[in-house]
């Protein structure tokens, strides 16, 4: 089966090569020129474990192809993907403008039947405007085209994508009501994972939409209720750490996203639980555990910097502080609201210098805030430091040389602001230790 993904994104990009090592004839399409190209000569441009020798593979093989031309791409497949990305906008709600240019764009050149398949997170009711959009695309051309629309939402993480599209938890797939023939399709398509005895969840459109929405709202509502017991800790003196491990014993719970922390962050739970909030508004309905789960986020960073500083004796200004992570997740160079950026924006604005480093973010990180000193490694931030901050849990933040660490800072603290460090073996080696609701 040929088909086209639009939009070579962290999404596109990895469901295009993982589409490509299932056998299916592969070209992922996008937009910026220089994307394309450099992807053309084998550079991949996100970090993502694994990704650069699935799409050297499939390239040689045949498979998997990048291109600008999205109508000769169109022309030639059967399934289209639409992974381009969903911005929010300033009130929460999704900005669509991409998946319109795209879907006017498939309505200008499908010349045979299509199924246009939403991989993009959208609120429901988008897949009947993609229809609507190339259905006025093909009036306009004077066009009569049957086409199918569907619904299959992407649940991959980055920094475990590749495991994720290859051995999902499950797929789910929404179609119209009858649809049977973009079922058949689909499931042709998605065929290796069939026989992997995957889960399939197969209903109507606007289910697999709200789908996404619910399991993200979950999910982050599930981090900000763990930074809620976290912050009771601190005050009666518990430790979030067992507790998280009390509740997650329990099968009904589960301990995965049970982390204190810095909240909440990335490319996909701020914007996708905002759309989700903003969606049941104009429905007049509000969405008050995911509108909590919000506040309880925004909260959650402003304490993170309320930390810090009490920390540092309340007296910041002047101060230095080395950051450890960047990215909003370790494995991933995406620093889109990743919780670093207004820990450090709020440390700026207290007169602290900040010295950075992160593994894979830092030519982003750099470019969002520029007045921060980025490092080669952690010793070089931890030089002449009076505090060094763990925001991502990067795994070579785990063993850090305490004693090499001594010799550079300038004085001894750590603030941890992932629970990655036990506090004796800290204080021991002669550091004032932080957590969060320890
Ligand atoms: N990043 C994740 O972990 C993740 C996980 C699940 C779902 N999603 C959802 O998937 C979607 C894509 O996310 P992403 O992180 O891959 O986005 P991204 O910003 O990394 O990539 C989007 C790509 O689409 C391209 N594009 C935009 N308009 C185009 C057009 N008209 N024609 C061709 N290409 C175009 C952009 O140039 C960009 O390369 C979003 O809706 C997101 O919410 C993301």
Known sequence: MNITVIGTGYVGLVSGACFSEFGVQVTCVDKLED??????RGEIPIYE???????????????????????????????????????????????????????REIGQCINSYKVIV??????????????????????????????????????LREGAAIGD???????????EAGDDHAIAIMKDLYRPLYLNETPFVETDIRSAEL??????????????????????????????????????????????FLHAGPGFGGSCFPKDIASAAHFARELGHEFSI???????????????????VSALDGEADGKTVAVL????????????????????????????????????????????????????????????????????????FRMIDLSRARELMAELRMVDLRNIYDRERIVEAGFQYWGVGR
Not at 84 to 98: E, K, N, R
Not at 233 to 248: F, L, N, P, W, Y
Not at 343 to 352: A, H, K, S
């Open 211 to 256: 789908a996404k929405y619910a399991a993200n709202a979950f999910l982050a509502t599930k981090i900000s209720f763990i930074n809620e017991i976290s912050v009771l800790c601190e005050e009666v003196g518990g430790d979030v750490q067992a507790i998280a491990r009390a509740m997650g014993l329990d099968q009904r719970i589960g301990k995965k």
């Open 290 to 308: 995911v509108e909590a789960s919000i506040r309880v986020n925004a909260r959650q960073r402003e304490r993170m910097v309320e930390k810090i």
């Open 118 to 155: 939403t991989k993009s997170t959208v609120p429901v009711g988008t897949s009947d405007k993609i229809r609507g959009w190339i259905q006025e695309e093909l009036d306009r051309r004077s066009e009569k085209m049957v086409f199918s629309v569907a619904s299959n939402p992407e649940f």
């Open 325 to 396: 992570g960047l990215s909003f997740k370790p494995e991933t160079d995406d620093m889109r609201e990743a919780p670093a950026i207004s820990i450090i924006r709020g440390l700026l604005d207290r007169g602290v210098s900040i010295r950075a480093y992160d593994p894979a973010a830092m030519a982003e990180a750099g470019r969002l805030i520029p007045e921060m000193v980025l490092c080669k490694d952690v010793y070089e931030a931890l030089t002449n430091a009076h505090a060094m901050v763990i925001v991502t849990e990067w795994n070579e």
């Open 49 to 103: 474990p694994g990704l650069d020798e699935i799409v050297a593979r499939n390239v040689r093989g045949g498979r998997l192809s990048f291109s600008t031309e999205l109508a000769e791409a169109i022309d030639q497949s059967l399934v289209i993907f639409i992974a381009v990305g969903t911005p929010a906008s300033d009130d929460g709600s999704t900005d669509l403008a991409f998946v319109e240019a795209v879907a």
């Open 165 to 175: 599209f290859m051995r999902p938890d499950r797929v789910v797939i929404g179609t």
């Open 35 to 40: 994307k394309i190209e450099s992807l053309n």
